[in-house]
């Protein structure tokens, strides 16, 4: 009976999921199957961009746009031969002589290492009112502790005044 007992015992207590083992299992499952924590940490901890926008500048430029090219033909004679050169010449159809650039700031923020501090301050939180609350106790334990040393030294010293001035009352009547 003791030992059906102990042995339902132990398989209980085999049965607790720990941290250590949680992490030794996640490890293992890394190592051979990289691809589930990657897709993991991707679908529950996204990448949060934030752009900071920057200030408008103005640049002077030229810039031809929807233009066609047509091609000049040239010949030259020299004695009995002919040269033909094609020439290509570009004819915008819409110049501009500006743009305006913007500087904006693309910040990445990663959010597994923000939710991690989340859980670690919580952590800290909750480690320090739990301190808070032990500190407090012992407040009191020593504040009673205070008061009945202060009431036995207080009984000492009357004891000890009761009994010099019992002494000194019984020499003078002697």
């Known amino acids: 009976m003791r030992l059906t007992l102990f042995i339902g015992f132990a398989i209980l207590l085999y ?6 083992k949680a992490t030794s299992q996640f490890s293992r499952a890394a190592v051979a199957y990289p691809e589930l924590p990657a897709g993991y940490c991707a679908t529950v901890y996204p990448v ?7 200030k408008d500048s ?16 040239v010949y030259s004679v020299l004695l009995d ?10 004819l915008p159809k819409k110049t501009i002589r500006e743009r305006i650039i ?4 693309v910040y990445k923020e990663n959010t597994a290492a ?4 989340k859980i670690e301050r919580r952590n800290a939180v909750s480690n320090e009112t739990r301190a808070l609350v032990e500190s407090d106790k012992w407040r009191k334990i020593a504040k009673k502790r205070f008061w009945v040393i202060m009431g036995m ?11 010099i001035r019992k002494r000194a009352v019984s020499k003078i009547i002697k």
């Open 15 to 20: 049965g607790c999921y720990t941290q250590q």
């Open 48 to 54: 949060r961009d934030s752009i900071i926008k920057g």
């Open 58 to 73: 103005l640049v002077f430029d030229t810039i031809y746009t929807g233009g066609e090219i047509e091609y000049d033909t």
């Open 81 to 90: 031969t002919v040269f033909v050169t094609i020439n290509p010449i570009y």
């Open 102 to 105: 913007r500087t904006d700031t």
């Open 114 to 117: 923000l939710d991690l501090c």
């Open 153 to 163: 030294g207080a009984g000492i010293a009357l004891g000890v005044f009761a009994l």
